[in-house]
């Protein structure tokens, strides 16, 4: 990398010197993840969009300074950003890096599409259980107990 | 098997050996074992939908077991129609008895009951989902008739496609082994999400117009009824139902021995010639629901063990 490029690199992406980085997110997904994170409050945020990638084509990466986000909270964006990878940084080294893994199990993060299901007739939290594989999950409503082959359209 | 405590709401909840167990608890039942057994145990009937069947079925399982029951068989008269929520109504009732049977126009109603009541909910239907009752009634004449559940010849005729009975049963087999012959018309068969399951269970299954098509020997034939409703001209209704009609000709070829069920009620799918056959087992299998919903209610409530 030349200096030039190095300079214009560092003005785009805003480094951390701690918290989480969550890279290799598809592109437009950024918003939906710091929606699920629920990290709007907590401190400083950077959303970049639609930056080139050589696995994705496009990406977004999400900033979250100052927190260091566990898998259990980082695997609940497995249905809208499966591709992307978590580094946790630490003195501004990346101290741990993760893939994201597929609950077994998802609770309040999906709709479920049945109308008539009680989940969307009384107030309370929906729950889904992981059918299939992790690169072809389908989650199962725990109440009316229908099937859904596109998990990710389910995400509220 | 541990059932004392333990909500009966779907078949899928439960693992072949509980199943077994639970039908052969209900042989005890109806071999007499167990009399008396609910003495002391109150039933809350809560039928948010009319199903009086159904409903008189628990009752009268109950009672003749020594135990009371409590409930409402009209929503009409219930607090819902206030404006209050499943959620509470469960929470109330379940501070007067020790097993509430609950069905529900409303899918995943009966597992929302379980999470918040005190005592094991049995659901009685909860809208298109699960009805476990009559799934558990229906293994158990299976069980009584041929001394075991696997590796049966099973066909379901009719309406596979709405019948929320054969879904459960067919998914039930697949947990034993059997062969299956779905026999429907072409708009009526089964769904694709339960032939999945067929699949990934490595159940073997067939798929039939009508019984002409069978090539080898069925031990049962589970009909149903292929309802009205499902056809826009009344003349084509006709055609299809009546072509899907059992009548004493039937029972010929691989149909001779055939045992027929039937989840009832019966409108004209069955003939009535029929029911004088051997074949005929269906009135048998409707009495089952009794020893079947008296072992449910003896496990849960632990008088049953
Ligand atoms: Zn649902």
Redesign the interface.
Known sequence: MNAAKRAEKAHKVYAIESGTVIDHIPHPMALKVVEILGVKQDGILTVGMNFPSQRLGRKDIVKVENLKLTAQVTDRLALVAPTATINIIEGSRVVEKRPIHVPKTFRGLLRCP?P????N????STHFVREGSESEPAVR???????YREPAQLVV | MDLPGRSIISIRDFARDEILGIVDKALEVKAGEWADALHGKVLATLFFEPSTRTRLSFEAAMVSMGGRVIGFADPNISSTRKGETLADTIRTVTGYCDVIAMRHPVEGSARLASEVASVPIINAGDGANQHPTQTFLDLVTLKEEFGRLEGLAVGMLGDLKYGRTVHSLAMALSLFGGRLSLISPPGLRMPAHVKEELDSAGTRYEELRDLGELTSDLDVLYVTRIQKERFADFQEYERVAGAYRIRRDTLTGPCTRVRLMHPLPRVDEIAEEVDATPNAIYFRQAHNGIPTRQALLGLVTGVIR
């Open positions: 049945n008539n299901c009680i989940t007739i009384e107030s309370v409503c725990t109440y009316c107990e229908r099937l």
